[in-house]
C-alpha cells in the first residue's frame, strides 16, 4: 500500500491515491509498480533510473544538479545469507519518494510520523530520521552476533568434535557481509552531509553528522567482528589439526607395539631347515612371554612420555 505524506505541521498521510494540494514538500513510500501510478510525482527518465536501482546489490547515492537517488542493500536478517533487500530513494527539496516492495520502508516511515509533529519539517529532516530509525537496532543485533559467535566458540573448545565447518564459515561471510554494508551505508551518508547538490541548509547538512559518526562506529565494530570471525576459523582448523595428529599419534603408536611382534613372526617364519629353539617344547612359550615383554615395556614407556 502507497503511503504518501504532505509536510504541513509533521508529516500529515494523505488517503490513498490523493495527492496534496498545492506545492506542499511530500514524502512518498511507494512500491516499483507503484511507482507509475504516481507518475506526477517524478518525471519517467528518473522512475527508470529508480527501477534500475532496484537491482543494485550495493548502497550508494549519485548526486544530480536538483536532486540525488541513492539505493539501499541491506542484508536480511532473517536469512544472512540469502539475498539483500534492496530499497531505492529519490530526494529533491520538496519531494522524498522511498522505493521498496516489502513493508520495511513503509515501516521506518510511520515511526518517523509519530513523532515529527513539529512545525517546519522538511524533506531533509525525513531523510535523515528515516537512516536514523533504519539503522537504530543495528548495535543491539551486532551484540546478539557477537553473542552467538561467542557460543560457537565454547562449544568448539568444550565439544570439538561437534563443531561444524558450515557453521563457522556461516560467520565469517555474515561477518563479511555486515562490514561491507556498514562501510558503503557509511560513505553513501558522508556524500549526502557534503550537500553537494545544496538541497539543505547547512544546519540541516550538520544533522547527518552524528549519523556518519555513527555508521564509523558501526564499521571498527563490524571489522572486529569480522576478525573474530576469521579467528574462530584459525581455531577451528588447529582443533582439526589437533584431531587429525591425535589419530595419527595413535595409529603410529599401534604400529609401534605390534612392530616386535611382527619381527618375531617374520624371523620364525623364514624358510630354513633349523631355526634354533624351533623344535623345543620351550620354544612358543618364550616368544609368547618375549613378545609380552616387550610389548609391556613399550605401553610403560609411552605412558611415561604421555603418549597414552
Same mark, same amino acid.
Given at each position: 500500500?502507497?503511503?504518501?505524506?504532505?509536510?504541513?505541521?509533521?508529516?500529515?498521510?494523505?488517503?490513498?491515491?490523493?495527492?496534496?494540494?498545492?506545492?506542499?514538500?511530500?514524502?512518498?513510500?511507494?512500491?516499483?509498480?507503484?511507482?507509475?501510478?504516481?507518475?506526477?510525482?517524478?518525471?519517467?527518465?528518473?522512475?527508470?533510473?529508480?527501477?534500475?536501482?532496484?537491482?543494485?546489490?550495493?548502497?550508494?547515492?549519485?548526486?544530480?544538479?536538483?536532486?540525488?537517488?541513492?539505493?539501499?542493500?541491506?542484508?536480511?536478517?532473517?536469512?544472512l545469507m540469502g539475498?539483500?533487500?534492496?530499497?531505492?530513494?529519490?530526494?529533491?527539496? #520538496?519531494? !522524498? @519518494?522511498?522505493?521498496?516492495?516489502?513493508? %520495511?520502508?513503509?515501516?521506518? &516511515?510511520? =515511526?518517523?510520523?509519530?513523532?515529527?509533529?513539529?512545525?517546519?519539517?522538511?524533506?531533509?529532516?525525513?531523510?535523515?530520521?528515516?537512516?536514523?530509525?533504519?539503522?537504530?537496532?543495528?548495535?543491539?543485533?551486532?551484540?546478539e552476533l557477537e553473542?552467538?559467535?561467542?557460543?560457537?566458540?565454547?562449544?568448539?573448545?568444550?565439544?570439538?568434535?561437534?563443531?561444524?565447518?558450515?557453521?563457522?564459515?556461516?560467520?565469517?561471510?555474515?561477518?563479511?557481509?555486515?562490514?561491507?554494508?556498514?562501510?558503503?551505508?557509511?560513505?553513501?551518508?558522508?556524500?549526502?552531509?557534503?550537500?553537494d547538490s545544496d538541497?539543505?541548509?547547512?544546519?540541516?547538512?550538520?544533522?547527518? #553528522?552524528? !549519523? @556518519?559518526?555513527?555508521?564509523?562506529?558501526? %564499521?571498527?565494530?563490524?571489522? &572486529?567482528? =569480522?576478525?573474530?570471525?576469521?579467528?574462530?576459523?584459525?581455531?577451528?582448523?588447529?582443533?582439526?589439526?589437533?584431531?587429525?595428529?591425535?589419530?595419527?599419534?595413535?595409529?603410529?603408536?599401534?604400529?609401534?607395539?605390534?612392530?616386535?611382534?611382527?619381527?618375531?613372526?617374520?624371523?620364525?617364519?623364514?624358510?630354513?631347515?633349523?631355526?634354533?629353539?624351533?623344535?623345543?617344547?620351550?620354544?612358543?612359550?618364550?616368544?609368547?612371554?618375549?613378545?609380552?615383554?616387550?610389548?609391556?615395556?613399550?605401553?610403560?614407556?609411552?605412558?611415561?612420555?604421555?603418549?597414552?
Open positions: 500500500m502507497a503511503l504518501v505524506y504532505e509536510l504541513d505541521a509533521g508529516l500529515k498521510l494523505l488517503p490513498d491515491g490523493e495527492m496534496p494540494d498545492g506545492p506542499k514538500p511530500v514524502v512518498a513510500v511507494l512500491s516499483d509498480k507503484e511507482l507509475a501510478l504516481y507518475g506526477n510525482l517524478v518525471d519517467k527518465e528518473t522512475r527508470r533510473q529508480i527501477a534500475y536501482l532496484l537491482t543494485s546489490e550495493s548502497c550508494f547515492v549519485e548526486m544530480f544538479h536538483d536532486g540525488i537517488i541513492g539505493s539501499i542493500a541491506a542484508p536480511n536478517k532473517k536469512d539475498d539483500r533487500c534492496l530499497y531505492s530513494f529519490y530526494w529533491e527539496r #520538496d519531494l !522524498l @519518494v522511498f522505493i521498496d516492495s516489502s513493508d %520495511v520502508v513503509a515501516t521506518t &516511515m510511520r =515511526r518517523v510520523a509519530e513523532f515529527e509533529k513539529k512545525e517546519g519539517v522538511t524533506t531533509a529532516r525525513c531523510l535523515h530520521d528515516f537512516f536514523r530509525e533504519f539503522v537504530e537496532g543495528e548495535p543491539t543485533w551486532l551484540g553473542d552467538a559467535m561467542e557460543d560457537a566458540e565454547s562449544r568448539m573448545l568444550d565439544e570439538p568434535r561437534h563443531a561444524k565447518t558450515e557453521d563457522i564459515n556461516r560467520f565469517r561471510h555474515i561477518s563479511i557481509r555486515i562490514t561491507s554494508y556498514y562501510q558503503q551505508m557509511a560513505s553513501m551518508l558522508l556524500q549526502i552531509s557534503a550537500n538541497l539543505m541548509t547547512p544546519e540541516e547538512a550538520r544533522m547527518f #553528522d552524528p !549519523l @556518519v559518526s555513527f555508521m564509523d562506529r558501526l %564499521v571498527s565494530r563490524a571489522e &572486529m567482528v =569480522r576478525e573474530y570471525g576469521l579467528q574462530l576459523r584459525e581455531l577451528h582448523q588447529t582443533q582439526l589439526a589437533i584431531k587429525q595428529n591425535s589419530t595419527m599419534q595413535l595409529l603410529t603408536i599401534v604400529t609401534v607395539l605390534l612392530a616386535p611382534l611382527t619381527l618375531i613372526a617374520g624371523w620364525f617364519g623364514m624358510n630354513f631347515s633349523y631355526i634354533p629353539g624351533l623344535s623345543e617344547p620351550w620354544g612358543f612359550p618364550l616368544v609368547c612371554i618375549v613378545g609380552l615383554v616387550i610389548t609391556g615395556t613399550l605401553v610403560l614407556l609411552f605412558h611415561r612420555k604421555g603418549w597414552l
